[in-house]
């Protein structure tokens, strides 16, 4: 059985994204090797994001060939209906898990290259709000409708009827708040980076290098439309098609995230390149000197007894992301 033609668009998605997305994690389990960085757990926190990818993917491909993705929901069979809902039921409770599992990845990584002690409160108490954010939504996705089987058994023409909380509100809910953590996660380095001593130039060069997931606002906030398109939405005969749409961008926003998450840490692929060599050497070495001139300024209150935070960077990890072997001359 072929997909339909509104579906065709959801299979090429949903195969391309998640082969791209287990590409990046791959490469980067490789890097890991071969510059003895160690796995730790970043890189398990992003394989278990990957692995779940591939879990909605080949759910959605298969649905999409069985005809219980775009299709009006009338020309559904009982059964198709139960499966159809089953499938969205789980596809809602396993997406917000990657996108916190992505965000805990993210962090960790964080956490690997600063070691300066208001970092990491800050890193640990980010990582407390995704964590809370996992279990909450993850609660209240299951318990939304009165018994959990009703919200896959209760016939299309009594849908709604069902819910204690309607999962329209929860997921517009999830989004903002999705949202709101992508724009924390990403902005939690540049403070400590700002502090550098380098020029500005070089300040947002090292910043676009933890910004690169930046794209996953954009699905997140294509999805958040989507999601408030169902709001009041009249047409029953169109709201499959948004439906639909609100499942692919919450899939592509699982893809992006978990491809984007990797990115930062492929830099050795570029060892070769000595521009970037040059410049990363660079900037550990005005590492380096921050450190120096922090620690400096900070004797007297050591000697008060005062509690001075490390202003490592990565020092303590000698397998860090930006640890690595100096080009041959």
């Not at 949202?179 to 996660?185: A, G, K, N, R």
Request: charged share 15%.
């Amino acid at each position: 059985m072929q997909p339909t033609q509104y579906a065709t668009g959801s299979v090429v998605a949903n195969l391309i994204l998640p082969l791209l997305a287990v590409a990046g994690v791959v490469v980067r389990f490789v890097v890991r090797s071969r510059y003895r960085q160690g796995i730790k757990g970043d890189d398990w926190t992003i394989l278990a994001a990957l692995i779940l990818c591939v879990g909605i993917a080949s759910s959605s491909i298969w649905a999409a060939y069985n005809h219980l993705h775009g299709v009006p929901w009338d020309t559904l069979t009982p059964d198709k209906w139960i499966s159809s809902r089953k499938l969205q039921f789980s596809d809602i409770l396993v997406c917000h898990l990657i996108y916190g599992l992505t965000k805990i990845s993210i962090v960790l990584f964080y956490k690997r290259v600063f070691t300066l002690g208001r970092f990491r409160i800050a890193a640990n108490a980010t990582l407390a709000l995704i964590i809370v954010f996992i279990i909450l939504s993850f609660f209240m996705v299951l318990f939304c409708a009165r018994g959990v089987s009703t919200f896959w058994t209760t016939p299309p023409m009594l849908d709604g009827t069902q819910y204690v909380i309607l999962p329209a509100d929860l997921i517009t809910a999830f989004a903002i708040v999705d949202l709101l953590l992508d724009i924390l996660v990403l902005s939690l380095p540049l403070p400590s980076i700002w502090r550098l001593q380098m020029s500005r130039s070089k300040r947002f060069a090292v910043a676009g290098v933890f910004l690169l997931g930046a794209f996953c606002l954009v699905c997140s906030c294509v999805r958040l439309y989507y999601v408030r398109a169902l709001f009041g939405f009249t047409a029953k005969s169109k709201l499959w098609k948004v439906s639909d749409e609100n499942d692919l961008w919450a899939h592509i926003e699982a893809y992006a995230s978990t491809l984007t998450a990797c990115l930062p840490t492929l830099r050795p692929l570029l060892v070769g390149s000595n521009g970037f060599n040059s410049f990363f050497s660079s900037f550990r070495s005005l590492l380096t000197r921050s450190e120096a001139t922090t620690k400096e300024g900070s004797q007297e209150s050591l000697g008060k007894g005062g509690n001075i935070p490390s202003t490592d960077i990565g020092t303590n990890d000698k397998t860090g992301w930006h640890e690595l072997p100096e080009p041959a001359r």
